[in-house]
């Protein structure tokens, strides 16, 4: 389970304001800490493994995922910086880490968090919060379509654009595109959103033949129309 440290400025997040300054964002301040740099597909820990700290992400980008008995993966969570992951009920992970690019951790002894009331209630109220990603996250996984799952993938990368409150383009900009960097290969993005690789790449080639999108490369996609794109993920 990961907890967003830096909550978002939505009805949800707004808890964070309760809190004081220095608890949300200096939460390393008198904690016994160590950093850690991790090259890009560096696995943090394994699912199983002893669940002694917990870490937050300084910069990069990091993937918590799940195997099956036969092999099949299941991406469950993409952590941006200022995520912390691997604070587990449990004495072993629940899940694998690996790092999607060079990553910079800082990893927190798990006894701080059994010393520390103020960070037992600031996890709390991440939880909370990640407890609504999740939830979102369900509703693709078990209702959403193959193309609204993709353009709520790329809707992700656009920052301040989709969901409640969204006021669409900027009224001072002529342009509604966007280009985005793909830090995840076709094969984890179809880990991510339950699909197939042949689906995801099926889809894609879809969305650029209604001019929705243009593939520059195979790690970076540039969104022509992010309304469009938008519409179709089945936020409105």
């Known amino acids: 389970m990961a907890y967003a440290e830096r909550m978002l ?7 964070a304001a309760d809190l004081p300054d220095a ?40 993937m918590l995922f799940k195997l099956l008995p036969d092999g099949r993966r299941q991406v469950v ?11 587990s009920a ?17 990893a927190f002894d798990r006894r701080e968090v059994e010393r520390s009331l ?3 209630r600031h ?4 939880l909370l919060t990640q407890m609504e990603t999740l939830h979102d996250h369900a509703v693709l996984l078990g209702r959403k379509s193959a193309i609204e799952r993709v353009s709520s993938f790329l809707m992700r990368l656009v920052p301040q654009r989709g969901g409640i409150g969204c006021m669409g383009p900027d009224k ?14 076709r094969q984890e993005i179809a880990d991510y959103l339950g699909l197939t690789i042949e689906t995801v790449s099926r889809v894609i080639s879809d969305l650029k033949r209604r001019g929705l999108v243009t593939v520059e490369r195979q790690d970076r996609i540039r969104i022509n129309r992010i309304c ?7 936020i409105h």
């Open 228 to 234: 469009g794109i938008c519409q179709l993920s089945g």
């Open 172 to 185: 001072e900009s002529a342009s509604d595109s966007l280009d985005v960097v793909l830090t995840m290969t």
């Open 123 to 126: 996890l709390t109220r991440c």
């Open 77 to 87: 969570e993409i952590l941006n910086p200022g995520t912390i992951f691997g604070v």
């Open 9 to 15: 400025d939505t009805a949800g997040g707004q808890q």
């Open 23 to 62: 608890l949300v964002f200096g939460l390393k301040d008198g904690m016994s800490t160590t950093a850690h740099s991790h090259a890009p597909h560096s696995v943090v820990f394994y699912e199983g493994d002893n669940a002694t700290r917990f870490y937050e992400v300084d910069e990069g980008i990091v």
């Open 118 to 120: 103020p960070l037992q």
């Open 90 to 106: 449990g004495d072993l992970y629940d899940c694998s880490a690996e790092t999607l690019t060079r990553t910079s951790l800082r």
